[in-house]
């Protein structure tokens, strides 16, 4: 069974430009979370995903950060414009079913893009 | 708003050490604790999920514990080898269903065993 694709793996940019990353989850799995995790610290989740639809972005900054998911399977989750602080590993990580019964909420995560923001 | 917290940040071991991890949280209605290893530049590997209503949870030389009305979880890792350096992380997950299954994590603890 093939995992959650990333890309880019790795991208550097200067402050106030754009970016966007992509993300293909694992195919059936209706649920798909973006991560951010900055450096030495564990990953805080951007937005939820249930198909198409948002579930949960409460800690997304949306005045520069934008996420989609059209047609329910890949997601683009862009920044603009970046600041030096979102210099992080972004993580997209996908489930088979949100909420339910226990064996469908196991998340299975992506290898991460990792963002330098000079 | 649950907070996680795992001390140490990082741990050093000679090869054969038991190694313990320690995950605390505030809030105790959880529905399940999850421990998760991340190698570097790499995304994160399930280890072992322990649900609310048990006390711990075995998978070959790693066992976890939860005590949830303490807000704690240990992970032990029986005859430390040097490929179990990485960093681990702990993560629960909270009660409330319309939020999904959102998983809070903690910082990690980074591991690293000395040949």
Avoid at chain 1, 2 to 31: D, L, M
Avoid at chain 1, 100 to 113: D, L, V
Wanted: glycine fraction near 10%.
């Amino acid at each position: 069974e093939a995992g959650v694709a990333q890309s880019p793996r790795y991208k550097i940019i200067e402050k106030r430009q754009s970016v966007a990353f992509w993300c293909n989850p694992i195919s059936g799995h209706a649920t798909l979370y973006w991560y951010q995790q900055i450096l030495g610290q564990g990953p805080k989740l951007l937005i939820q995903f249930q198909n198409n639809g948002v579930v949960d972005d409460s800690q997304l900054p949306k005045d520069r950060f934008s996420a989609e998911r059209l047609k329910g399977v890949d997601s683009t989750l862009k920044i603009q414009p970046a600041k030096l602080e979102d210099s992080a590993v972004y993580l997209c990580a996908s489930s088979l079913f949100s909420g339910g019964a226990i064996s469908y909420n196991e998340q299975f995560f992506g290898p991460g893009t990792r963002l330098t923001v000079l | 708003k649950q907070e996680v917290t795992q001390i140490p940040a990082a741990l050093s071991v000679p090869e054969g050490e038991n190694l313990v991890l320690n995950c605390s949280f505030t809030d105790s209605a959880i529905y399940n604790l999850q421990w998760f290893r991340q190698d570097p530049g790499k995304g994160l590997t399930s280890l072992l999920l322990i649900q609310s209503s048990q006390r711990e949870q075995t998978s070959g030389r790693l066992n976890a514990s939860l005590d949830k009305s303490s807000g704690r979880s240990t992970l032990y890792i029986a005859a430390s080898q040097p490929g179990d350096s990485a960093t681990y992380l702990c993560a629960v997950r909270g009660m409330i269903k319309a939020a999904g299954n959102k998983l809070t994590f903690g910082g990690g603890t980074r591991v690293l065993v000395k040949p």
